[in-house]
């Protein structure tokens, strides 16, 4: 009879601010939930409860309580309105950890949720880690690569979680995949969130722009001017982020934390479009609660540095996709910027890492210098013709490996680390070279193509020669290897090459751009090639996975160098003397005579 009676009328923030408890484990503040706290989170869990909405779409910065709201939805209905849930990861190994480290701690701290679902045991079905059964309905967690997940058992409630970086699978889209799921509902909801990504090219921000499009407003505390707090508004002094302010757009009254904070309260979200069954939310960071202004004017003054920095901070703490510069390079622009260092090597090398790329009868190597803040110099590039498959190419690259870079202060530099490539030519003489110099750091990589990848991925060794393969994102190595080419003054991220590199390196180094198609509606961008020959772009996406499989902070190897030469003594000059003295050791001690 229980399950036969409707739910009580309640809304999803009710509920939360009545029945949910944070655990310690998954929150800074553990203990009774309060909507208060971010007040603009109650809009978003309202039109969750809105019977005329059936789509709810989220896009937002990182860390404003948005998977929060995920967990509040999922509690609801688990105690209140019990249905069939999917939540959609855009990887099973990401689904495995929101299960143990969200989903489980809610289930084992609100009162209201903990016998609702059995215990986890190893042997019992209507528990693990991806199936969660309750009377009434069930919670599955499935990854977006994983076509099988989404295409079994119907579902009410489809949760869509960080969906820019979900992969498109063989069978088609993954969130019209799990859409599908739910047609036999007429109560069906979908629920969309994400940070967003590149303007043109995020999903969540296509998704967005289908909805009536709400934003936030903030009261100002003393005019009461209604507003979206935009980052052009913040204000400091120079180098102190500690004077941070905000200013209000209409009357210029600065706010410090506790005015922003009081303000956000007062808030209220409005629609700019008409409202036809699905809701959109926009949400930046400074509206969040947890993050004071003098930390986000610390962390861009940081991420402004390097084109990929600043997208990074763009996406997650404005919420905000990010607007990339021209895609095309002219191999004649980054040729005209060469220039003389002489013989020696120049003082703001602090790294020097190395990237091989094999093709059938030769190996393309480039020695890359790596300073501050990313600034880089291509130290050397070379082509060793041969045969992979015989010893004598390798060992002229073993030679390469082993040469050793004096600096202009005197300072000795070898190189730290070199990655070769393995896929599609001779990979088994790959292993077999790089296994036994792995503590040499050697590294064994493969390419693997599709945007979000991270540069260097965990390494495996699922190979015939049981040797360690670093997988490389080149896709995104790319992206970071064509936003540094396009800086234009010397310092963080700048690219410099020497007078004497000729015109078929630069060739080579631009000869593929990103080029954009569609599917099911969503653009997809691809790098492909405009010339025959890559194989300066291969060394240098390789030299730098060497540099990112090292994970070394650059900027304080730098001041070690430093203070390791300020503390050098200087070389005492030698006493010579115009002949030879005979010094005689004493016979008992067993030593002959010797010239000294």
């Known amino acids: 009879m229980k399950l036969l009676a409707p739910p009580p009328n309640l809304k999803v923030s009710d509920w939360a601010d009545a029945e949910r408890r944070l655990s310690p484990e998954a929150s800074a503040e553990a203990g009774q939930w309060s909507t208060e706290r971010a007040e603009y989170q109650r809009g978003i869990m309202d039109a969750l409860s809105d019977e005329k909405t059936d789509t709810v779409v989220v896009m937002s910065s990182a860390q404003v309580g948005k998977t929060e709201i995920l967990l509040n939805l ?28 969200r989903i489980a701690p809610m289930l084992r701290d609100t009162p209201n949720l903990k016998n609702k679902v059995k215990d986890a045991r190893s042997r019992d079905a209507n528990n693990t880690t991806y199936h969660k059964a309750f009377d009434g309905g069930h919670l599955t967690l499935v990854g977006s690569n994983s076509s099988a ?40 909801k979908f629920v969309m969130v994400s940070t967003p990504t590149i303007t043109g090219s995020s999903r969540i921000e296509a998704l967005f722009e289908t909805t009536d499009k709400r934003e936030y407003h903030v009261p100002c505390p003393d005019c009461s001017h209604g507003q979206i707090m935009r980052w052009s508004n913040v204000h400091w002094e120079p180098d102190k982020p500690e004077t941070a302010h ?38 930046s960071g400074l509206c969040s609660p947890w993050t004071p202004l003098e930390s986000a004017v610390r962390d861009f003054l940081e991420a402004k540095k390097l084109p990929e920095t600043l997208r990074v901070w763009v996406n997650t703490y404005l919420g905000e996709t990010f607007i990339e510069q021209g895609e095309k390079i002219s191999e004649d622009d980054i040729a005209g910027r060469k220039e003389d260092w002489g013989d020696k090597t120049p003082d703001g090398v602090v790294m020097i890492t190395m990237g091989v790329d094999l093709q059938d009868d030769r190996i393309a190597i480039e020695t890359l210098g790596i300073g501050r803040d990313q600034e ?16 004598q190419l390798w060992a002229d690259l073993e030679e390469a490996m082993a040469a050793t870079y004096e600096r202009e202060d005197g300072l000795e530099l070898s190189i730290q680390s070199v990655c070769i490539d393995s896929g599609g030519h001779h990979t088994q003489a790959v292993y077999n070279f790089c296994k036994p110099r792995f503590g040499r750091r050697v590294f064994a990589i493969k390419g693997v193509g599709g945007e979000g990848r991270p540069m260097v991925g965990r390494p495996s060794t699922n190979n015939i020669a049981k040797c360690k393969l670093f997988p490389v994102g080149v896709d995104t190595a790319k992206e970071i290897v064509y ?27 631009t000869a593929e751009q990103i080029v954009t198609r569609y599917h099911k509606g969503f653009k997809k961008r691809e790098w492909r090639k405009t010339r025959a020959r890559n194989e300066a772009l291969d060394c240098r996406v390789y030299a730098l996975a060497a540099s990112a499989i090292l994970n070394t902070n650059i900027n ?19 006493f010579k003397k115009e002949h030879k003295v005979l010094h005689r050791r004493p016979k008992n001690k067993g030593f002959a005579n010797s010239w000294r």
């Open 376 to 391: 880089t110099w291509s130290l050397k590039y070379q082509e060793i013709y041969g045969d992979p498959s015989g010893p």
């Open 74 to 101: 999922i509690g609801y209905h688990i105690d209140l309105d019990p249905a069939p849930i999917l939540c959609v990861q855009p990887t099973l190994d990401m689904a495995a950890t929101f299960s143990k480290d």
């Open 483 to 509: 936003s540094r080419l396009r800086i234009q003054e010397e310092g963080p991220g700048y690219c410099h090459f020497p007078f004497d590199r000729d015109d078929e390196y630069f060739m080579m180094l």
């Open 246 to 283: 905000y200013a209000c757009e209409e009357c210029g009254t600065l706010w410090d934390d506790a005015a922003r904070y009081r303000a956000i309260r007062r808030g209220e979200w409005l629609a700019t479009e008409p409202f036809a069954g699905k809701a959109g939310f926009r949400l």
């Open 149 to 188: 997940g989404l295409a079994s058992r119907p579902i009410r409630l489809v949760l869509f979680d960080e969906v820019d970086r979900y992969q498109v699978t063989s069978e088609g889209d993954p969130i019209d995949l799990a859409k599908k799921r739910a047609s036999t509902f007429w109560n069906r």
């Open 556 to 574: 304080v190897m730098a001041s070690r160098q430093t203070e390791h030469l300020k503390a050098k003594p200087e070389p005492k000059e030698e």
